[in-house]
């Protein structure tokens, strides 16, 4: 395979691009000057080094220059004192996050699965963190009186995906709903049918938070 034909193929293995965008990204870096591309191949390179994943939230999160334990690292929301530590949103994606940050209607803690359960697969577990989940949800129920979980909301994308994706930790959650008795809730209708999380609105997503069920 030609330079060229990899690099697209390289590109075509992004979430949500196809062969055709594939393709004006390889042609748009042949436009560049070999400055420009080496300063975007530094930033690859570097990527894994200047960012972690948070050992809490599972959210990949820039280092700075802070110190971190790098066998536990734990992002700025985590270590928040200012946050409520007794609320916990899981939703698919950082991008998810972010889009809930934005909204600045939420000051809870999150956890980020990493993807979503497609519908009918025969091995849910691998493609979301549920190994991670459920060790989180084990630490926020066994916290001290007074700070222990009381409520999750599953903030999936309104889609059929989504939704499964919902509904299968839901069902995760049931023994644990039993034992320590917290609240899951999903969020309201402000956002419509079919909605990716991410291309939704600050005001839609106050919406879909204050009116949760």
Do not use: W
Not at 8 to 33: D, M, N, V, W
Not at 44 to 55: A, G, T
Request: glycine residues 6%; charged residues 25%.
């Amino acid at each position: 395979m030609d330079p060229l034909s990899k690099l697209e193929e390289i590109f075509r293995h992004f979430p949500g691009i196809g062969p055709r965008q594939a393709k004006r990204f390889a042609y748009f870096l042949l436009t560049k000057s070999d400055a420009d591309l080496a300063e975007f191949s530094k930033s690859i390179l570097e990527l894994k080094k200047s960012v972690s994943m948070c050992s809490l939230c599972q959210r990949f999160f820039p280092i700075g220059n802070k110190v971190v334990n790098v066998a536990a690292p734990i992002c700025s929301i985590c270590s928040d004192p200012n946050r409520d530590t007794d609320t916990l949103m899981i939703v698919g994606r950082d991008i998810d996050l972010q889009a809930v940050e934005r909204s600045r209607a939420y000051n809870g803690l999150y956890f980020v699965l990493g993807g979503s359960v497609p519908i009918f697969d025969e091995a849910p577990d691998q493609k979301i963190r549920q190994k991670e989940l459920m060790a989180r949800l084990e630490q926020m129920t066994s916290q001290e009186e007074g700070h222990r979980l009381k409520e999750v909301i599953l903030a999936t994308s309104v889609n059929p995906e989504g939704e499964h994706t919902a509904s299968y930790i839901a069902g995760l959650l049931k023994p644990l709903v039993s034992t320590h008795g917290f609240r899951v809730s999903t969020l309201g209708r402000g956002l419509s049918t079919g909605t990716e999380l991410e291309y939704s609105d600050s005001e839609t997503l106050k919406s879909a938070l204050q009116n949760r069920r």
